[in-house]
């Protein structure tokens, strides 16, 4: 039997190879893990994550809304509530949509602001650095 007893008492499973250590060591297993440096003070703006937590607001309101409002017009039949809800869903959408537009216009216009006129060289579709 290959799975078995030996002579000895040891079995086949049992026996260790001369180059395994004596005791499992899990941190041995791959390649250590990099360490991530500490992020720069004042890295994460706080106007932009503000506006990001109430984009995502808007945006999920407005998913309910245009979501909603077809399904209480067709399934309850309340006409006019589900043109409410669906407009306001659609006005949201809208002001989330204009708000983010409004951001990477402003974003875009102060990294060009940044670059000064000095940066000619500087083509801004070369993407390769």
């Known amino acids: 039997m290959l799975d078995g ?7 086949a499973l049992g026996e260790k190879s001369p180059y ?13 893990i990099p360490e991530a440096p500490d992020p720069p003070e004042g890295a994460a703006n706080t106007e932009v994550t503000a506006l990001f937590w109430k984009l995502v607001v808007v945006f ?14 067709y399934f309850e039949g309340r006409v006019d509530l589900g043109i409410r809800v669906t407009l306001a869903g659609a006005i949201a959408f809208a002001y989330g949509y204009f708000r983010y537009r409004q951001f990477v216009k ?24």
């Not at 395994?20 to 250590?32: R, T, Y």
């Not at 999920?60 to 017009?73: E, F, K």
């Open 5 to 11: 007893p030996d002579e000895d008492g040891q079995g």
């Open 20 to 32: 395994e250590p004596e005791e499992f060591d899990p941190s041995s297993l791959g390649p250590d």
């Open 60 to 73: 999920n309101i407005a998913l309910l809304a245009l979501s909603v409002g077809p399904m209480l017009y």
């Open 106 to 129: 402003q974003r875009d216009s102060d990294e060009s602001a940044d670059e000064g006129p000095g940066d000619e060289d500087d083509d801004p579709t070369d993407h390769n650095g």
